[in-house]
């Protein structure tokens, strides 16, 4: 899958110095620092105790992969210790809201391309037999085929995330954090909330043209989870190197190059006075995309420009 759905462009800590040299009228030296809030590779982790400013207790930030192998899913020993201290767990979206039909089922209609467009109207020959393909290797019927070609191709993309069969969640093949935390926090009877809503994450994907979008698609069936570049993202994310991920993502081109800030950072900027609100009312486990933590636009840098104590809590995978 491509790494913009949790790979954010990096902007490094960086301190910048500057001074005249070359004129004799100078006293002194002058260093101008320029301050900077993003995390640096000293700090790399995936877990971050916020505290400070207004709070009573410490929340905690955690970033996600939204897909990884079960021989490559794990969760830190301080992971536990702080889900277990929160009394609300937060997703990007209610976890429960996308697990009830109830929720979904209003929405199927705006999943859909308007105006008649399909897929096939979106890609080339030779890539739309391959997206044809790979869907159906995956089990689905003909039918639901048929359905497909009109869903928006962003929606597809979810679906068609390489050799990832309908199933292998289900059987465990392939586990899902956020299916992980909404079921811890279900067993030990914490709350659940979202920082968007389902209707806003549509609106999100709707800003960003269908042939970008089919482009995407396209790109994360050739990125399946067996690949080498999968691979790396899942050493990245093991390594809980967010640094590493911000430099990936900047060398990274496709089909979603020059929408970052629709996708990524102006859903940060959004996210910070919610957050800021659920932390007065209860200490609160976050969990969004690791993608949204580094950079200077990230949520880290964020909250630290806001006044709050960001700490990296880090033990080794597995611990």
């Given at each position: 899958m491509r790494k913009v759905f949790w790979l954010l462009l990096p902007l490094l800590f960086v301190l910048q110095f500057s001074c005249n040299r070359s004129s004799e009228k100078l006293q002194a030296s002058k260093v101008e620092q320029v301050v900077t809030y993003a995390p640096t590779a000293a700090e790399n982790s995936l877990l971050w105790e916020i505290s400070g400013k207004d709070l009573a207790t410490p929340s905690y930030l955690y970033g996600t992969i939204h897909m990884i192998g079960k021989d490559d899913y794990f969760l830190t020993d301080q992971t536990k210790k702080a889900f277990g201290e929160s009394k609300k767990i937060v997703f990007e979206i209610n976890m429960e809201d996308m697990t009830n039909p109830a929720a979904i089922f209003p929405l199927i209609s705006k999943l859909m391309m308007p105006d008649g467009k399909t897929l096939k109207d979106l890609l080339s020959t030779e890539d739309y037999a391959?997206?044809?393909?790979?869907?159906?290797?995956?089990?689905l019927p003909p039918f639901f085929?048929?359905?497909?070609?009109?869903?928006?191709?962003?929606?597809?993309?979810?679906?068609g995330g390489g050799d990832m069969a309908p199933g292998d969640i289900q059987s465990g093949k392939i586990k899902s954090y956020e299916l992980e935390f909404m079921q811890m926090a279900q067993s030990s009877g914490k709350s659940m909330g979202g920082l968007e809503t389902i209707e806003f994450q549509m609106s999100v994907f709707d800003s960003i043209p269908y042939e970008a979008q089919a482009e995407m698609l396209v790109e994360s069936m050739r990125d399946t989870v067996g690949s080498s570049q999968f691979q790396e993202m899942v050493e990245m994310y093991k390594s809980q190197d967010i640094v590493k991920m911000m430099d990936s993502f900047e060398s990274e081109e496709g089909g979603l190059e020059g929408y970052d800030d629709v996708l990524l950072w102006q859903r940060n900027r959004n996210?910070?006075?919610?957050?800021?609100?659920?932390?007065?009312?209860?200490?609160?486990?976050?969990?969004?995309g690791a993608g949204h933590l580094g950079g200077e636009e990230g949520v880290i840098a964020l909250l630290r420009k806001k006044g709050y104590i960001l700490k990296p809590l880090r033990d080794k995978a597995g611990s």
């Open positions: 391959f997206v044809k393909a790979k869907f159906a290797e995956s089990g085929m048929g359905m497909l070609e009109k869903v928006k191709p962003m929606f597809l993309t979810v679906m996210w910070i006075p919610i957050m800021s609100q659920m932390m007065t009312e209860a200490p609160t486990f976050f969990a969004v």
